[in-house]
């Protein structure tokens, strides 16, 4: 399970979760606008850049979890580092 933070938020949207079981595909799949995945491809066209902020272990159910729990924005360790003003480093995968 990754979350994906928006360098520039789109709309009301600043951060993207999904998972998989290839992580490195996926994150080129999105990058490349061919993901499948609607905000995904608009991200792609507005051209905004994404960092993978955070991962978790887990299958689909643990990410409908964490998605039903919201508030991704508390989850992003990119989001509370640039609250402090600082520059946030991207996960390398």
Avoid at 59 to 73: A, H, T, V, Y
């Amino acid at each position: 399970i990754y979350l994906l933070h928006f360098d520039t938020p789109y709309h009301h949207a600043k951060h993207y979760m999904g998972s998989t079981a290839d992580l490195e595909k996926r994150i080129d799949e999105h990058r490349r606008g061919i993901s499948g995945v609607k905000l995904m491809k608009v991200i792609h066209d507005a051209g905004i850049e994404f960092k993978v902020a955070r991962l978790w272990k887990g299958d689909k159910n643990r990410e409908r979890q964490l998605k039903n729990q919201g508030g991704f924005s508390r989850k992003c360790p990119i989001c509370k580092v640039l609250a402090q003003g600082k520059t946030a480093p991207e996960i390398q995968i």
